[in-house]
């Protein structure tokens, strides 16, 4: 029934937003509107749901790891490692036309996510290993705010890539191409598979690390593997549509109110959230100021953000001093 | 007799094809991007959307601002563009406006998403991104040669920008030659040095910078290192106006004091800092401001306010 639901919202934002028209082009139906509405709305709506869907189920996988409802999907360092990944390839490109053409085969999108993965390998590295999650916890935060100073240190050297960058962190979702969708998808489907297939753990994991273990559950096994799968869905959004905020913390949050389920549904009930979610604001963010058109991870952190306060607000209200979760 | 009076009137018709297949002049051309990436235009482009405002200036420079169909949201100049489509700006370019503007040539900055994407839907994209002097002249000359102006028209167009810089660095006076400036772009601050594009139009003019070009382009410098370096004269964007008179120990540098300070309006700062063709006005406006600031120092010092620009 729920899922049914996320699906039609997911369809009405994916409708919605090929309709979502800036100009008055819509009339006659020629090559250039076709062209339009095939290869630039749709697969743009495809892919802000396929990143939000991606998001989503990292941030729900992040949320039920580490047992705690603040995980974000960023929370391993891939943001920063991201951006990073995006300043260098720029300071490169703007410094010399040799180291261009090597960038070149490699663009902006692999910079993002080959920073993005990088980061989560260091920040592994320095947790040793997947075993405490306390220690990963830091571990990641660690390297964010390390990573983020290089990024700020980069832009800080190379004043001229400062608005590049600055576009990218803002997240958008303007430049999804079909091939772009299609990578999204199939690192959706790939992330899907451990997900569900561990989500049984995650189930366990809510009993306590030291009951999920009595209970014969593969922990270090199952860590190791959610690790990459919120590696490789945050790393594939991230490079995509840029840092969009909030959504992979906003979703899981909000399947987690709506429905009472296991990890398992969760999962799928988040990546669609998600989808969903950001689809919704990026037509939000097409049609608000049109033709003007706002970087869609603005739309997502004040929504996202207002909503969050929104219910943490609401929490304190009707159970005050109850810190726990939803 | 009907005969030959048809069998004339075929040739004829026939020559004057051939005349007019004849004139029409060589229309494809293939140009070299910022990449050294060749760009193929198969015939004169009739609609064009400008990226950047320095190369909107270019191709209105060429006399081909009629063109124009479509501009980023910071091209500004000249004011007869007022009117055409705004397709957001160039890292953020509304790819749906463009596309439906049709365009034949789409002339972009070199490193963006935007321009890889519009490629990727099939628009012939044309990447430049003057950076100094010597890039705006090999600007001119590719968009001239897509646009299918002459070459002689081109060189033309740049003898002129080449006069006005000439003719601004000739204005001024010995003394006002002999003033170190500092140039600031943005309130970090960040120092225009020798190396950048208004580096290059002060070094044109013979004055001296304090910024060495071994710092790079764009440094970011420390306010200390200013107050050390004691320039004569203060450039600075209309950004920096507030922060300036509040830095500490800046109140008393000799670049600070009355006509000395020159903050420039946004429009004039377009002028600057624009490695375009309005390079000439660039100059005109700096070398103004050097012989006020020498103009300045035989009448009794003023407060310290920051000078108007004109």
């Given at each position: 029934m729920l899922l049914a639901l996320g699906m039609a919202a997911v369809w009405l934002g994916t409708a919605a937003g090929s309709q979502g028209l800036q100009f008055g082009g819509s009339t006659g139906v020629d090559a250039v509107t076709q062209q339009i509405l095939w290869d630039i709305r749709l697969p743009r709506s495809l892919g802000a749901w396929l990143g939000g869907a991606l998001l989503g189920l990292a941030g729900a996988v992040a949320q039920g790891l580490f047992r705690n409802p603040l995980a974000d999907p960023y929370l391993l360092g891939s943001a920063s490692g991201a951006s990073l990944g995006v300043g260098l390839c720029l300071s490169w490109w703007g410094a010399s036309t040799w180291a261009m053409g090597s960038w070149l085969g490699l663009g902006l999108t692999g910079a993002a996510f080959v920073?993005?993965?990088?980061?989560?390998?260091?920040?592994?590295?320095?947790?040793?290993?997947?075993?405490?999650?306390?220690?990963?916890?830091?571990?990641?935060?660690?390297?964010?705010?390390?990573?983020?100073?290089?990024?700020?240190?980069?832009?800080?050297?190379?004043?001229?890539?400062?608005?590049?960058?600055?576009?990218?962190?803002?997240?958008?979702?303007?430049?999804?191409?079909?091939?772009?969708?299609?990578?999204?998808?199939?690192?959706?489907?790939?992330?899907?598979?451990?997900?569900?297939?561990?989500?049984?753990?995650?189930?366990?994991?809510?009993?306590?690390?030291?009951?999920?273990?009595?209970?014969?559950?593969?922990?270090?096994?199952?860590?190791?593997?959610?690790?990459?799968?919120?590696?490789?869905?945050?790393?594939?959004?991230?490079?995509?549509?840029?840092?969009?905020a909030f959504v992979g913390l906003a979703a899981p949050h909000l399947v987690r109110t709506l429905v009472r389920c296991t990890h398992a549904w969760r999962v799928i009930l988040s990546a669609l959230m998600g989808g969903a979610l950001l689809v919704l604001a990026d037509v939000m963010a097409r049609v608000l100021f049109a033709p003007q058109e706002l970087p869609v991870g603005v739309l997502t952190a004040v929504l996202g953000g207002g909503y969050l306060l929104w219910r943490m607000y609401r929490d304190a209200d009707s159970r005050s001093g109850d810190g726990g979760r939803a | 007799m009907a005969d030959r009076r048809c069998s004339m009137g075929r040739t004829l018709a026939l020559v004057g094809l051939?005349?007019?297949?004849?004139?029409?002049?060589?229309?494809?051309?293939?140009?070299?991007?910022?990449?050294?990436?060749?760009?193929?235009?198969?015939?004169?482009?009739?609609?064009?959307?400008?990226?950047?405002?320095?190369?909107?200036?270019?191709?209105?420079?060429?006399?081909?601002?009629?063109?124009?169909?479509?501009?980023?949201?910071?091209?500004?100049?000249?004011?007869?563009?007022?009117?055409?489509?705004?397709?957001?700006?160039?890292?953020?370019?509304?790819?749906?406006?463009?596309?439906?503007?049709?365009?034949?040539?789409?002339?972009?900055?070199g490193s963006t998403r935007?321009?890889?994407?519009?490629?990727?839907?099939?628009?012939?994209?044309?990447?430049?991104?003057?950076?100094?002097?010597?890039?705006?002249?090999?600007?001119?000359?590719?968009?001239?040669?897509?646009?299918?102006?002459?070459?002689?028209?081109?060189?033309?167009?740049?003898?002129?920008?080449?006069?006005?810089?000439?003719?601004?660095?000739?204005?001024?006076?010995?003394?006002?030659?002999?003033?170190?400036?500092?140039f600031e772009v943005?309130?970090?601050?960040?120092?225009?040095?020798?190396?950048?594009f208004m580096g290059e139009t002060l070094a044109r003019m013979g004055v001296?910078?304090?910024?060495?070009?071994?710092?790079?382009?764009?440094?970011?410098?420390?306010?200390?290192?200013?107050?050390?370096?004691?320039?004569?004269?203060?450039?600075?964007?209309?950004?920096?106006?507030?922060?300036?008179?509040?830095?500490?120990?800046?109140?008393?540098?000799?670049?600070?004091?009355?006509?000395?300070?020159?903050?420039?309006?946004?429009?004039?700062?377009?002028?600057?800092?624009?490695?375009?063709?309005?390079?000439a006005e660039g100059a005109r406006l700096m070398a103004d401001c050097l012989n006020r600031s020498v103009a300045e120092t035989h009448r009794p010092q003023g407060s310290v306010q920051p000078g108007a620009s004109r």
């Open positions: 920073g993005a993965v990088l980061a989560v390998l260091l920040t592994l590295l320095l947790a040793r290993g997947v075993e405490q999650t306390l220690r990963l916890l830091l571990a990641g935060v660690v390297v964010g705010v390390v990573l983020g100073a290089v990024t700020s240190l980069v832009s800080l050297l190379q004043p001229q890539v400062l608005q590049a960058m600055q576009g990218f962190m803002l997240g958008s979702t303007a430049f999804v191409s079909w091939s772009a969708c299609l990578t999204l998808a199939l690192v959706l489907a790939v992330c899907n598979v451990p997900a569900l297939a561990f989500a049984r753990v995650l189930d366990a994991l809510t009993l306590g690390e030291s009951t999920a273990q009595s209970l014969g559950v593969p922990l270090s096994w199952a860590r190791m593997v959610l690790v990459v799968v919120i590696a490789l869905a945050t790393g594939a959004a991230v490079a995509h549509i840029g840092l969009v | 051939l005349v007019l297949v004849c004139h029409r002049p060589v229309l494809a051309v293939t140009v070299q991007d910022e990449r050294q990436q060749p760009v193929h235009i198969p015939h004169a482009p009739q609609r064009i959307v400008s990226l950047l405002p320095s190369l909107t200036e270019t191709v209105c420079a060429l006399k081909q601002c009629d063109k124009l169909v479509g501009l980023d949201r910071y091209s500004n100049w000249p004011e007869s563009l007022k009117s055409l489509p705004r397709v957001g700006g160039g890292l953020d370019p509304h790819i749906e406006s463009i596309v439906a503007l049709r365009p034949d040539l789409v002339l972009a900055a935007g321009a890889d994407r519009l490629q990727a839907l099939g628009l012939n994209v044309l990447r430049l991104e003057p950076r100094n002097h010597a890039d705006a002249q090999r600007a001119l000359r590719t968009v001239a040669q897509a646009l299918h102006v002459s070459e002689a028209d081109s060189e033309r167009v740049w003898q002129n920008i080449q006069a006005g810089v000439q003719a601004a660095a000739q204005s001024l006076s010995p003394a006002a030659r002999q003033q170190r400036v500092y943005s309130p970090a601050p960040h120092g225009a040095s020798a190396s950048s001296a910078n304090i910024l060495p070009a071994s710092m790079g382009p764009f440094p970011q410098v420390n306010p200390e290192w200013v107050v050390q370096a004691r320039p004569d004269v203060i450039m600075a964007g209309d950004s920096s106006r507030a922060s300036l008179l509040k830095r500490p120990g800046w109140d008393r540098l000799k670049g600070m004091q009355g006509q000395r300070l020159c903050v420039f309006r946004p429009d004039e700062s377009d002028m600057l800092v624009r490695a375009g063709p309005r390079m």
